[in-house]
């Protein structure tokens, strides 16, 4: 007889970001006893510490960099060693190591031909199991890593849910556009951590040469620093169409950006899964972004606008004030209600037996 295997996730994200409360949730309803780990960061052997303070059979990790890159070339080569020796111990004790890989190499950080090797030798030699979001990424993930063909087995395609429900939903589209003030124009959002990445600059450009009357951008979200914060108040200048809310967006005002928004652009030059994108989906607000990653996957069929990441986004733009965005709204908050968390609780858990009865 057996018996349902138990996982530790980590590193916890904090209550900011909902999705690994979502799946620990979606797990426990599947059966599996789930423990989130560490929110002020994991420190050395923090993954050990977990699995044996916690007697759990599955170590769940999630931004593998926080593991081993530090602040600097002293601190990462420490950090490397040592994460090093954790997985050795680790696997030597019988733990199964699983990875949801979030992102490629992780954003605006230096060497990035070091996270790649790093990453390539623990998918090759210690994870028995990386989760991906889309089927895209498999590829991406393996071409990018150099990954031989033969390590395709160790991955498995496991949507990201939605976050239905996580962030307060009462007010409708009238009563958000009448608290942001706007009237009948077409209004478009950027929503999310401003970093340099995300392409913000070019969307300001795009809308500034966006040949539409009556519309309205509006960019919202916590800037990477205060000196990128001053650069996008530049960007924006005087341009009157604009607003940029350069500042922490509460979890219960989400709504009232993504409510009052006819669609949500999100430009990314870089990304693999995003949660912005699932976010807006999750408020049946239409996203628009480039075809690159897993946003395809994520959109689905009518429920928002992929574009060519070639096409001139001001070209996007003028399609989107074009097209059906109330139809495509109905279309959104149906594709978010497809990401149910109940099927991606029992894949995983299936997962989970399957590593550890090995």
């Not at 295997?5 to 409360?21: C, F, K, M, T």
């Not at 795009?206 to 800037?223: D, K, M, S, Y």
Request: aromatic letters at 10%; charged letters at 25%; glycine letters at 6%.
């Amino acid at each position: 007889m057996t018996t349902d295997p138990s996982a530790v996730h980590l590193p916890d994200a904090g209550p900011e970001n909902p999705y690994q409360r979502d799946l620990a949730n979606a797990l426990e309803d599947a059966g599996v006893s789930t423990t989130l780990i560490d929110p002020d960061g994991p420190g050395l052997f923090a993954a050990l510490r977990a699995a044996r303070g916690n007697d759990a059979d599955v170590v769940h990790l999630h931004w593998l960099h926080a593991f081993y890159y530090g602040d600097n070339l002293a601190e990462t080569a420490v950090k490397s060693v040592a994460f090093a020796l954790e997985v050795l111990l680790l696997r030597l004790l019988g733990f199964s190591l699983i990875w949801t890989a979030h992102n490629v190499v992780p954003h605006d950080v230096d060497w990035p031909t070091y996270h790649r090797v790093y990453r390539r030798l623990f998918v090759s030699f210690a994870a028995d199991s990386v989760l991906v979001h889309c089927p895209r990424s498999e590829d991406i993930l393996i071409e990018t890593y150099g990954l031989a063909e033969c390590h395709r087995e160790k991955f498995h395609v496991v949507p990201h849910g939605n976050y239905i429900g996580d962030y307060a939903n009462d007010i409708s589209h009238e009563e958000a556009r009448e608290t942001l003030s706007l009237d009948d124009e077409t209004t478009f959002l950027f929503f999310g951590n401003l970093r340099p990445y995300k392409g913000v600059e070019g969307l300001v450009d795009a809308f500034e040469r966006l040949n539409a009357p009556n519309t309205h951008l509006i960019v919202a979200g916590n800037p990477a620093s205060e000196r990128y914060g001053r650069h996008l108040e530049e960007v924006v200048g005087n341009c009157d169409d604009v607003t940029l809310v350069a500042e922490f967006i509460p979890d219960d005002d989400l709504q009232t950006y993504f409510n009052a928004a006819d669609a949500a652009v999100f430009p990314f030059r870089d990304v693999l899964t995003s949660g912005s994108v699932v976010s807006s989906l999750s408020f049946g607000c239409p996203p628009i972004v480039p075809d690159i990653g897993c946003n395809d996957y994520l959109v689905g069929e009518n429920a928002g606008i992929v574009y060519d990441p070639d096409e001139p986004l001001e070209d996007v733009l003028t399609d989107a004030c074009n097209a059906d965005l109330v139809s495509m709204r109905e279309d959104a908050m149906l594709r978010a209600e497809s990401l149910n968390w109940g099927p991606i609780g029992e894949r995983v858990a299936d997962i989970y037996e399957c590593v550890t009865a090995r």
